[in-house]
């Protein structure tokens, strides 16, 4: 799954929309490998998360048009990788340990006060606000900081070959960001708490299946 994120993203981004098309079957393979090894219940959270995420990504290009895909409307195969990236996050943080999850997310205020700083990505002052409240009220902070810097990585390579770009101003308040805004992540740890509702408590894992071991 990690070597795929930027595989499936170089395919799409050099093959035209021949390589849109392979990547998104890629995408829906791994997705339905994950499924199939998941017991019901990480099924069912995993749908909600692919739910979650076509109407986050439509409102975020379609309506708020932060950013725009190279492709002028929504690859089919984003929904699926969200929810693949989600569940990384996932398996990732159940081998950390929680001073290390702690220092993910105390790391990632000053990185993007530092961005706002560097980089006039001013928008991301607004998205740490919104990072800040879900550490504080959404059902599974413990995991948020490593989400963070999973998204941002995914971010810095996505937009790095053209996949996607953010607008250099949010089209409805004018304000400056960077392409991508540093504290982008923060949609990722959003679509995280709207798919794990009200749960609250210390990092919520997914039971690991074979193709995690």
């Not at 017991?39 to 109407?55: E, F, K, N």
């Not at 941002?152 to 308040?173: H, K, Q, S, V, Y």
């Amino acid at each position: 799954m990690v070597l795929w994120f930027p595989l499936g993203l170089a395919i799409d981004a050099l093959g035209g929309l021949a390589g849109t098309a392979v990547t998104t079957l890629g995408t829906f393979a791994l997705f339905a490998a994950v499924y199939r090894a998941s017991s019901a219940p990480d099924r069912r959270i995993l749908l909600v998360c692919v739910a979650w995420a076509t109407v986050g990504e439509l409102v975020l290009t379609e309506v708020l048009g932060l950013y725009q895909y190279r492709i002028g409307f929504l690859p089919p195969f984003v929904p699926p990788g969200h929810a693949l990236l989600f569940q990384l996050g996932l398996w990732s943080v159940a081998g950390l340990s929680a001073r290390l999850l702690r220092a993910l997310r105390v790391s990632a205020i000053p990185l993007t006060i530092a961005a706002v700083v560097l980089l006039d990505d001013h928008q991301s002052l607004v998205f740490l606000a919104v990072f800040v409240a879900l550490l504080r009220f959404g059902p599974s902070p413990a995991i948020y900081g490593a989400m963070f810097f999973l998204a941002l990585a995914l971010e810095l390579i996505g937009t790095a070959i053209g996949t996607w770009t953010w607008a250099p101003r949010d089209p409805w308040l004018g304000i400056q960001t960077f392409n991508p805004p540093i504290a982008a992540g923060v949609f990722y740890c959003l679509l995280d708490a709207l798919t794990l509702g009200r749960r609250r408590g210390g990092p919520p894992v997914m039971r690991r299946t074979t193709l995690a071991r």
